[in-house]
């Protein structure tokens, strides 16, 4: 089932922070056997967030055992220009960096495209929509994290889902992604917002029928979406 022509695609990104630490090339292979539409990476350097996560070289292991998997990287950091080229080095075909981060953003968001890499910003709960404002005609999608970044398995921050509305009503065709407490409940109010990436950890990889859910969030976020 394909969206229709005047709407942007839905996608569901499962996210590998919630996956089994021991088994992480594993479960890039069974994200890709279960027909997501990409993997998204949480990049944490123990500054930006108190925690730490993945380095480039899982990146590169998931470019390695899932070569057909899109892979989508988040970075948590505080110096995300200092970092960015060790990841697209990798394999980053996305990579998305904080507006709360300490980087200049426009050179860093054309060093991206320059690199043939899709830029996009991210903002946390508490940045308001005007954060992102200046920079929505420069970039290729907006991630609003819906919950507070640096650990897995909170629960959805409703209080975002006006600020996804806010950013749809501003750039209608831009790319909005969510990350934070998703499950097929929570992304259908995203998507109702205007949010057509999901990016779902816990929800997806607890699962026992991940290929399923994946449909089924996806065409629930389709039926969901603001019809123009």
């Not at 640096?150 to 409703?158: E, H, N, P, T, V």
Request: aromatic share 6%.
């Amino acid at each position: 089932m394909k969206s229709p022509s005047n709407l942007p695609a839905v996608k569901i990104l499962p996210s590998l922070l919630a996956a089994d630490p021991g088994h992480l090339a594993g479960a890039c292979q069974a994200v890709q056997a279960a027909g997501a539409d990409g993997l998204h990476l949480d990049i944490m350097d123990g500054h930006f967030v108190p925690n730490l996560s993945f380095g480039p070289d899982f990146v590169r292991m998931a470019r390695t055992v899932a070569p057909d998997l899109y892979r989508h990287v988040h970075l948590m950091v505080t110096r995300p220009d200092e970092l960015a080229d060790a990841f697209m080095d990798a394999g980053a075909q996305t990579l998305l960096f904080h507006v709360e981060a300490r980087a200049e953003i426009r050179p860093l968001i054309a060093h991206l495209r320059n690199r043939g890499v899709v830029p996009g910003l991210v903002l946390n709960p508490e940045t308001p929509a005007e954060a992102v404002r200046p920079y929505l005609s420069d970039i290729d999608e907006v991630l609003l994290m819906t919950v507070h970044p640096g650990f897995g398995g909170q629960s959805f921050m409703k209080e975002v889902l006006p600020k996804i509305a806010e950013i749809h009503a501003l750039a209608p065709g831009l790319p909005i992604s969510v990350d934070g407490g998703v499950t097929l409940e929570s992304a259908t109010w995203c998507a109702a917002q205007g949010a057509n990436y999901l990016i779902a950890g816990t929800a997806l990889f607890r699962s026992p029928t991940m290929a399923g859910d994946i449909i089924a969030m996806r065409d629930a976020c389709r039926a969901a979406y603001p019809k123009p």
